[in-house]
């Protein structure tokens, strides 16, 4: 938080609108006393902080935390043992990880997580084309690791309570519970031939 210089506002950053912005709320420098509800300061920034207001009130300084994050795939001769040109699949400022290739090569699956904490599944051409949404909801989604057949992705989730093990098919249909442990269950691995599958358990 930073004080206006005349003691009427304190400014802040909050995710309170998704992500990290600026916000003020009136208040009484004597009591502490919030004298109404916080209000939006927008600014053509995200995930901003650490902030600094001039004695004369015309200007405001902060650290702005920029990240971009994003798949790549690389060309790979498994008899040489090398890789070869780079590409870049997907771009974003929120965070993908955990990027799972189909068994023809030809899509990439992998967890995004949003400036909001929301975590969804997504698949994409090798290309970059055909970027989809899987998931769209609260519960955290995490790894998802294609089936034999390509038809289907093994995941782990939150969506029960508690994470368990779920599957869904490649077109974001037949969202289907696998695993009811007590314990949590994370980090699925089919086997080759898709007919079993381990998981770790975490106590």
């Known amino acids: 938080p930073a004080w206006s210089p005349d003691g009427r506002y304190l400014y802040f950053s909050s995710n309170r609108a998704g992500g ?3 916000w003020r709320v009136a208040i ?3 009591s502490g006393r919030v004298l109404g509800e916080p ?4 600014i053509p920034r995200q995930r901003i902080g650490h902030l600094s207001v001039s004695a004369d009130g015309a200007s405001i300084a902060m650290a702005s935390f920029t990240t971009e994050s994003g798949i790549e795939a ?3 001769d498994p008899a040489r043992g090398t890789v070869g040109a780079r590409r870049r699949v997907t771009s974003s400022s929120e965070t993908s990880a955990r990027p799972s290739a189909s068994p023809d090569g030809r899509w990439l699956a992998f967890h ?5 904490g929301q975590e ?16 769209d909801d609260a ?17 782990y989730s939150d969506r029960s309570g508690r994470y368990q093990v779920w599957t869904i098919a490649a077109d974001g249909s037949a969202l289907m519970q696998v695993t009811d442990h007590p314990e949590l269950l ?3 691995v089919w086997s080759p031939d898709g007919s079993r599958a381990i998981a770790s358990i975490t106590i």
């Open 74 to 76: 690389l060309t790979f």
């Open 20 to 22: 990290f912005n600026l």
């Open 39 to 42: 209000v939006a300061v927008p």
């Open 28 to 30: 009484d420098e004597a």
């Open 139 to 155: 519960p955290r989604d995490r790894r998802p690791l294609w089936s034999a057949d390509g038809t289907r992705l093994m995941f």
């Open 112 to 116: 995004r997580v949003q400036q909001n």
């Open 186 to 188: 994370i980090q699925p």
């Open 120 to 135: 969804d599944l997504w698949v994409v051409n090798r290309d970059g084309t055909g970027l989809r949404r899987l998931t």
